[in-house]
């Protein structure tokens, strides 16, 4: 058996003095804890806002990465549009040694050509002559239409020269371009 000798007085007081240890205890815990809570989330914030700034640095080095090479796009569009219109130039090139040999070719014996005359842009043109009859113009007018270099072969006018005994005439056509065969 214990005998316990304090009396009540001293007892309620020391109780409430461990009661009142407890929860100091208690607060200064929780204000140990709030602290470091509190240091841990300024240190996760002064981490995080590094973490920021070289994100964002990469970024910016990304950014000028992506315009040197927005750069470089346009260069190779501008270089690929540039050789498009050099393909279709290409693929609209007239071989005029071809066409002349063709005409050449195509012209009989009683035609003399004096002036031909064919715009690069348009590949129109016209063709002017002398010939002994119109029948030989006629043949030389077909000539050409069956021609692969020649279309629209349109005959304007004729008129006849008493001094020289002949016909001069006029033509118009149109030069037929003819895809290469490498193609």
Request: no cysteine; proline share 2%; charged share 25%.
């Amino acid at each position: 058996m214990t005998i316990n000798l304090i009396p009540p007085k001293f007892k309620k007081e020391r109780a409430i003095k461990r009661t009142f240890g407890i929860v100091i205890f208690g607060f200064v815990a929780l204000g140990l804890m709030v602290i470091a809570v509190t240091a841990i989330f300024l240190l996760s914030n002064v981490f995080a806002q590094n973490d920021i700034k070289n994100i964002n640095m990469k970024i910016q080095d990304q950014q000028a990465t992506i315009l040197k090479y927005k750069e470089l796009e346009d260069d190779i569009n501008s270089t690929n549009g540039k050789l498009k219109k050099l393909d279709s130039l290409s693929s609209k090139k007239i071989f005029w040694s071809m066409v002349l040999t063709d005409l050449a070719n195509s012209t009989p014996e009683k035609i003399q050509i004096t002036n031909f005359s064919i715009s690069q842009i348009t590949a129109k043109g016209t063709l002017n002559g002398i010939a002994e009859t119109r029948r030989d113009i006629a043949k030389f007018k077909e000539k050409l239409e069956a021609s692969n270099y020649f279309k629209n072969v349109g005959f304007s006018a004729s008129s006849y020269q008493e001094a020289t005994n002949d016909y001069t005439y006029t033509m118009s056509l149109e030069i037929e371009l003819i895809p290469d065969n490498n193609e």
